[in-house]
């Protein structure tokens, strides 16, 4: 097996070891198996391809055209492509045509632009609101008291799908840090599902913090390092 294929089923072993263990941890509605996506921003099409065969279909990319080209490059998999990066208005109409989910949605301009390209011959686009539960101005996100707002305007757009909320919590080694960030977001869907939104979705855990995520009730894990190794391709607009 290659490294990439081993390092997949050392993190699928992981994601499995905390779910079966800890049958207290809060679960998603439908209580389904908590599921890997693989981020592959800054991977080459060979390392995706690689993933693939070790059997990962769902990928994320957070930069548009990177994500293009490797689209063209690997047409003849079955992939699902995810887009989990930040969303400028110019880009919503490639977005909305070439991806099956998008996790970052953050303000009702973006989600109006995506429903409003969505083609018709297609499933509606499945979106996750990208929530911002430190208020800090300079992150992406809407903030706690936007979210209600949001969500019930992407209820009604006909051409999305609303399947929760997504959250990148300050970077943090401390366990128990990670924990409380995460229990901050499950709130927030916890608060959302009160209200009558039918959710299943709380994309939340990434190579550092995705134990913390689990056991916080993440529904979807978003994972690069850990399962690439450090990013391969050099891109000035992937810093910072
Ligand atoms: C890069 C990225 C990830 C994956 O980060 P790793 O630390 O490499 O696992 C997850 N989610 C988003 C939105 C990202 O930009």
């Known amino acids: 097996m290659t490294t990439i294929g081993n390092r997949l089923q050392d993190i699928l072993a992981t994601i499995h070891s905390i779910t079966s263990v800890n049958q207290g941890r809060p679960v998603n509605q439908c209580n389904q198996p908590v599921q890997l996506l693989a981020v ?18 769902r990928f994320g990319e957070n930069y548009l055209q990177e994500a293009l080209d490797k689209q063209t490059q690997l047409n003849d998999l079955a992939i699902e492509w995810h887009f989990i990066g930040p969303i400028q208005s110019n880009k919503t109409q490639l977005i909305a045509q070439n991806f099956a989910w998008v996790h970052s949605v953050d303000r009702l301009k973006i989600a109006q632009r995506l429903n409003d390209a969505r083609p018709p011959d297609i499933a509606p686009l499945q979106v996750c609101i990208q929530v911002n539960t430190s208020n800090e101005l300079s992150k992406s996100g809407v903030s706690q008291g936007e979210l ?78 850990a399962l690439f190794g450090t990013r391969a391709i050099s891109n000035k607009s992937l810093a910072p």
């Open 40 to 57: 592959s921003k800054a991977q080459t099409s060979q390392a995706i391809r690689e993933a693939y065969f070790a059997g990962q279909t």
């Open 148 to 225: 209600v707002a949001l969500a019930a305007a992407i209820v009604k757009m006909p051409r999305l799908k609303l399947r929760g909320l997504m959250s990148i919590p300050e970077p943090s080694k401390d366990y128990n840090k990670q924990r409380s960030q995460f229990k901050q977001v499950r709130e927030c869907y916890d608060a959302l599902l009160a209200q009558g939104f039918a959710l299943d979705t709380l994309s939340i855990g990434m190579s550092d913090d995705y134990q913390a995520a689990i056991e916080e009730g993440s529904t979807i894990v978003r994972i690069g390092s």
